[in-house]
C-alpha cells in the first residue's frame, strides 16, 4: 500500500523559506507523476507543482512559477517542494500526492502539513 508522509511545514514571515518533504513508501514509483497540493481556509483545494518520477519533467501552477521548485531523491523516495519568497497568500495546508501515469486523477494523498506565512 503506498503511503505518503510529508513534513516541513510551520511559520515563517512573508519573504521567508521553507522546504518541505514527501517521504513515499509502499512500492516503486517509477510509473508515477507526485504532486503538491495546497488547501487554504475556506478554498478548495488547488494544484501547485508536480514531477514525473522517471525522468523529473516538471510542471507548476503559474502563482508558484519562479519561487516554488519540485525535486526528487529516487534514494529517499523523497519528493521536496522548496518554497521561496513566501507571501502571506502561500499559507494553506499542503498535500503530497501520487498518481499513475496511466489515470487522471491523484489516488493516494497525505495527511498534510501546514504552512502559515506572517505578513
Known amino acids: 500500500q503506498v503511503q505518503l508522509v510529508e513534513s516541513g511545514g510551520g511559520l515563517v514571515q512573508a519573504g521567508g523559506s521553507l522546504r518541505l518533504s514527501c517521504a513515499a513508501s509502499g512500492r516503486t514509483f517509477y510509473s508515477y507523476i507526485m504532486g503538491w497540493f495546497r488547501q487554504a481556509p475556506g478554498k478548495e483545494r488547488e494544484f501547485v507543482a508536480s514531477i514525473l518520477w522517471s525522468g523529473g519533467s516538471t510542471y507548476y501552477a503559474d502563482s508558484v512559477k519562479g519561487r516554488f521548485t519540485i525535486s526528487k531523491d529516487n534514494a529517499k523516495n523523497t519528493v521536496y517542494l522548496q518554497m521561496n519568497s513566501l507571501k502571506p497568500e502561500d499559507t494553506a495546508v499542503y498535500y503530497c500526492?501520487?498518481?499513475?501515469?496511466?489515470?487522471?486523477?491523484?489516488?493516494?494523498w497525505g495527511q498534510g502539513t501546514q504552512v502559515i506565512v506572517s505578513p
Open positions: 500526492a501520487a498518481r499513475l501515469l496511466s489515470t487522471r486523477e491523484y489516488n493516494t
